[in-house]
C-alpha cells in the first residue's frame, strides 16, 4: 500500500474547513480584519466537525446491540478506547470555545504568557494554541523536570 494514502487519512484542520493557508502580504497588520475572519472560520467549521463525530459515535452507541457471541474483552476494549477518544474530543470543543471568545474579544494570535505575536503558520497547524513557540519550548521543558522527581 502506498504510505501517501496513509497520510492524506489524517485531515489537518485546514482541510477540514476547507481553507486555503493564509497568504499574508509584506505591509499587512497582525491579526487585522481579514486575518481573524480566517480564523474565525477555521474554528467554527473544527468545532462542528468535532460536534458532528461526537454526536454519531452517541448514536452508535445507542443503536449497536453487541451480539453475545462477541468477545467481553474486545468490546470493553474498544469501549474505553472510544471513551478516551471521546474525552479527548470534549476538551478540544471547549478550548474551541475559549478560542472563538478571544477572538470575540481581540484577544487571538498573543502569547498569554509573553504577549508576543504565535503567527499565523502556528495558529493554522493548531489555533487553540495560547503560547508563542519558545514559551511553549520552555513550558514543556519545565513539565519534564517536574515528572523526574
Ligand atoms: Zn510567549
Known amino acids: 500500500m ?28 497582525y491579526m487585522n480584519k481579514n486575518q481573524i475572519r480566517h480564523f474565525e472560520i477555521i474554528l467554527h467549521a473544527w468545532y462542528n466537525y468535532i460536534t458532528n463525530n461526537l454526536n454519531r459515535i452517541n448514536l452508535l452507541n445507542k443503536s449497536v ?17 472510544m471513551l478516551h477518544h471521546c474525552n479527548r474530543e470534549r476538551k478540544t470543543i471547549i478550548n474551541i470555545q475559549k478560542t472563538i471568545k478571544r477572538l470575540e474579544e481581540n484577544n487571538f494570535g498573543f502569547c498569554d504568557y509573553c504577549d508576543t ?22 513550558a514543556e521543558l519545565k513539565a519534564k523536570q517536574i515528572t523526574k522527581y
Request: glycine share 2%; hydrophobic share 35%; with cysteine.
Open 65 to 81: 446491540n453487541f451480539p453475545d457471541i462477541i468477545d467481553r474483552a474486545t468490546q470493553e476494549e474498544e469501549f474505553n478506547l
Open 117 to 138: 505575536e504565535i503567527g499565523i503558520k502556528r495558529l493554522e497547524a493548531n489555533p487553540i494554541t495560547n503560547l508563542c513557540i519558545d514559551c511553549k519550548t520552555l
Open 2 to 29: 502506498n504510505k501517501n494514502n496513509f497520510k492524506s487519512s489524517s485531515l489537518s484542520i485546514l482541510n477540514i474547513a476547507g481553507v486555503e493557508p493564509y497568504n499574508v502580504k509584506s505591509d499587512e497588520k
